[in-house]
Nanobody
Framework: QVQLVESGGGLVQPGGSLRLSCAVSGFTFGSYRMSWYRQAPGKERELVATASRSGDNTNYADSVKGRFTFSRDSARNTVYLQMNSLKPEDTALYYC????????????WGQGTQVTVSS
């Protein structure tokens, strides 16, 4: 059974930091491209960060460049999103996504973890 379980969300003040985790199971971690998305109320889901299988090639949305860092731990089948210098506009439900590298139609989503940036 495929599972992507996010954790680490919460309420943080502007300028603060959070580290999101996404633990995966039920598929071969190394065969999937992993990404983080987010969706704010009333807005479409947007790509935040994505990385190749090796983690060497990482891309970020312009709005988070320099503040967020994506990493993956193949030994733990887990990906992380370190979020620093958080802003109120970062408030959203953050989702973990996995896409099979040889068939993009085979993809999975986590249930999401809420991040709220507010004073």
């Amino acid at each position: 059974q495929v599972q992507l379980v996010e954790s680490g969300g919460g309420l943080v003040q502007p300028g603060g930091s959070l580290r999101l985790s996404c633990a995966v199971s039920g598929f071969t971690f190394g065969s999937y491209r992993m990404s983080w998305y987010r969706q704010a109320p009333g807005k479409e889901r947007e790509l935040v960060a994505t990385a190749s299988r090796s983690g060497d090639n990482t891309n970020y949305a312009d709005s988070v460049k320099g503040r967020f860092t994506f990493s993956r731990d193949s030994a733990r089948n887990t990906v992380y999103l370190q979020m620093n210098s958080l802003k109120p506009e970062d408030t959203a439900l953050y989702y973990c996504n996995a896409v099979y590298i040889w068939d993009s139609k085979r993809q999975y989503w986590g249930q999401g973890t809420q991040v709220t940036v507010s004073s």
